[in-house]
C-alpha cells in the first residue's frame, strides 16, 4: 500500500518543546524528512515522554507549531507522528511541501515512477498534481477512510456512537434536535435500525415498529419524525391501549357537539391535531377491530369524519405505528384485519431486544449512568467491576428501560463512590411477556396479571416515579395503565402522579 502522505528529504530547523511551567524544556534538534503526517527528526537527546509541540521553521511561511508524538527511536533518529494539524498549520506545512515536490523525479509516494505529463502515478496511482490548489482538499478525501480505518483499532465502542452522531448532526447538519445523540448503540443491529431511521424519513410511507417492551419504538418514532420534512409540524403520539375503548374513536378522530351525552362542544380529534406532521400510533395492536376499520378507510382516502359529523375532513399525516405484539399471528387469528396489517406492513423497523445488542448493554449503561448523574449532581466516580460483569451477564427482559430505570434506582441508593449493583435487584420477580425471566406458572396473560398485581402491592399503589410499579416493571406508566385495563385491575387512587 502506498503511503498516505507523501515525504520529503530536507533539512530544516526545529524545536521539540515537553511540559509547561518550571518543567517546559526545549531542545534543538534538524528535521530531515517531513510528510503531512509526521517526520523524521536528527540531534534528539532526550525521548519525549508524552505528547510534545514541534515547532519547525518554514522558508517562507515561517514558523508553525504542531502537536506530536514519538513513534520510535533508532541510533540517532526519531520518527515522530503529527496529531492532526489545524488548517492554518497545514497549508502552511503544504505549501512548503509543494514548493519543493513540483522538482521531484521520482513519485514521493512509492519512491518508484513518476510520469511528470500524466495526474497519477504510474506506479502507485496516486493523484500528483502537486501544483493545484485542490490538490489538499483531494489528497485528504481520498485517504480520509485510510486515516480513519488506522484510529478504529484504537476507538472504544462507545466514542463510534459520539462521533457518528457527531458527524450527521454538527458536520451534515441533519438534524440539530440531536435526538439521534439520544439513541445510542453500536451493535450492528442496532446501526441497521439508524440506517432504516434515516431511510424512513425521506419517505412518506407509513411505517411499522415492532419490539418488546422498552426496546425503543417510541424513540424511534419521534427520530423518524424529527429527521423528516415534517420536523416542524406536530409529532402526536397517541396510546391505543391506554385509552379506553369507548373514548378512543373521538379521541383519535374528534367530534362534534352534540354527538354523544356530555359532548357540549365541537372537539378536534388527535388525527386534526397532526395535521401536517406525523401521529404515532402506539400499542397499534389493542387498536379495536371497529377503528380498525376506520384507520383503514383514512389509509385510502386520507380523509376523516368526527363522531356525529357529516362530512369528511382531508388531513395529511403520516402515521408511524408500533407494538410489541405478534401482528402476524393476530391477522391469523383474525384478531388483526390482514388488510390494515398489509397498508401498515410497507416499511417495518424491528427493534431487537436488549439481550441480542452485546456490548450495548455497557455502552447504554454509561449513557444513563451520565445523563442521571448530570440531573443529579452524582458523587459516583463509575461502575464497579462486579456491576459491569451483572450488567453483561443479565438478560434484560424489560429491555433499556429496565436498565435505565434500575440504573436510576442504584444511583439514588449508592453508597460508595463507584456504583454497585445487587444482583438480587435485578433478579427479583419483576419480569413480564415473554422475557426469559417468566416465571414459569399459569399462561403468559396469568403471569402478568400476577406480577402486575406483585408490583402494586410492594409500590404501595404508586404507579409513577423511580420507587413506582412502572418503574418497577420497566414500562412506561401509559402502558401500565393499558394493562390494567386489560386484566380488569382497577386504577389505583393515589398513583403518584
Ligand atoms: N438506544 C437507546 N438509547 C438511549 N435511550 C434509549 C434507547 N432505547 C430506549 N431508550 C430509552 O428507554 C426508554 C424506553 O424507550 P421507548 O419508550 O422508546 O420504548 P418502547 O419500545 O416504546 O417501550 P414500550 O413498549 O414499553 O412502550 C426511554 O426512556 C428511552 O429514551
Ligand atoms: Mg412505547
Not at 230 to 252: H, T
Not at 375 to 402: C, K, M
Not at 487 to 493: F, L, Q
Request: net charge neutral.
Amino acid at each position: 500500500m502506498p503511503r498516505l502522505d507523501i515525504r520529503l528529504k530536507t533539512d530544516l530547523s526545529a524545536t521539540t518543546v515537553c511540559g509547561t511551567g518550571p518543567e517546559r524544556t526545549e531542545e534543538k534538534v534538524r528535521c530531515k524528512e517531513l510528510s503531512l503526517s509526521g517526520c523524521l527528526l536528527v540531534g534528539l537527546k532526550t525521548e519525549p515522554q508524552s505528547i510534545f509541540a514541534l515547532s519547525l521553521v518554514l522558508p517562507v511561511q515561517g514558523r508553525i507549531e504542531l502537536a506530536a508524538e514519538l513513534v520510535k527511536t533508532s541510533r540517532n533518529c526519531a520518527v515522530v507522528r503529527f496529531f492532526f494539524p489545524n488548517r492554518q498549520a497545514l497549508s502552511s506545512l503544504w505549501g512548503y511541501m509543494r514548493r519543493q515536490a513540483v522538482e521531484l523525479d521520482i513519485c514521493p509516494y512509492c519512491g518508484k515512477g513518476l510520469d511528470g505529463a500524466r495526474d497519477t502515478c504510474t506506479v502507485c496511482g496516486q493523484y500528483l498534481r502537486f501544483t493545484e490548489n485542490s490538490y489538499l482538499d483531494q489528497h485528504l478525501q481520498a485517504t480520509f477512510p485510510d486515516r480513519i480505518k488506522d484510529r478504529l483499532t484504537k476507538l472504544d465502542p462507545s466514542f463510534l456512537q459520539q462521533v457518528i452522531a457527531f458527524m450527521d448532526n454538527n458536520i451534515m447538519g441533519l438534524n440539530q434536535e440531536a435526538s439521534e445523540e439520544e439513541f445510542v448503540g453500536t451493535a450492528p443491529a442496532i446501526l441497521k435500525v439508524f440506517d432504516m431511521i434515516r431511510r424512513a424519513a425521506s419517505t412518506e410511507m407509513n411505517i411499522l415498529i415492532l419490539g418488546e417492551s422498552g426496546t425503543g419504538k417510541e424513540l424511534t418514532a419521534q427520530a423518524i419524525h424529527e429527521k423528516s420534512v415534517r420536523k416542524d409540524k406536530p409529532f402526536i403520539i397517541v396510546n391505543c391501549a391506554a385509552i379506553p375503548d369507548g373514548l378512543l374513536e373521538a379521541e383519535l378522530f374528534g367530534y362534534e357537539k352534540g354527538a354523544f351525552t356530555g359532548a357540549v362542544a365541537s372537539k378536534q380529534g388527535r388525527f386534526e391535531l397532526a395535521d401536517g406532521g406525523s401521529i404515532f400510533l402506539d400499542e397499534i395492536g389493542d387498536l379495536p377491530a371497529g377503528l380498525q376499520a376506520k384507520l383503514l378507510r383514512f389509509l385510502e382516502d386520507r380523509t376523516i369524519e368526527r363522531v356525529g359529523g357529516k362530512a369528511g375532513r382531508r388531513i395529511d399525516v403520516r402515521i408511524i405505528a408500533a407494538t410489541n405484539c405478534d401482528l402476524a399471528a393476530m391477522v391469523k387469528k383474525q384478531n388483526f384485519r390482514n388488510d390494515l396489517f398489509f397498508r401498515l406492513n410497507s416499511f417495518t423497523i424491528g427493534l431487537p431486544p436488549l439481550r441480542e445488542r452485546g456490548e450495548d448493554k455497557v455502552i447504554l449503561a454509561k449513557y444513563f449512568f451520565t445523563k442521571i448523574g448530570r440531573a443529579e449532581q452524582t458523587h459516583l466516580a463509575g461502575f464497579s467491576e462486579a456491576a459491569l460483569r451483572t450488567i453483561r451477564s443479565y438478560d434484560w427482559p424489560g429491555n433499556v428501560r429496565e436498565l435505565e430505570n434500575l440504573l436510576e434506582r442504584a444511583m439514588i441508593v449508592a453508597e460508595s463512590n463507584v456504583l454497585d449493583i445487587d444482583p438480587s435487584w435485578i433478579c427479583s420477580p419483576l419480569p413480564l411477556g415473554e422475557g426469559p425471566g417468566v416465571r414459569a406458572r399459569g399462561s403468559l396473560r396469568d403471569q402478568e396479571k400476577q406480577s402486575i398485581l406483585d408490583a402494586l402491592e410492594s409500590c404501595g399503589g404508586k404507579i409513577y416515579g423511580a420507587d413506582g410499579a412502572a418503574a418497577r416493571l420497566g414500562l412506561k406508566p401509559t402502558t401500565l395503565y393499558g394493562k390494567l385495563r386489560k386484566h380488569g385491575i382497577r386504577s389505583p387512587k393515589n398513583d403518584g402522579q
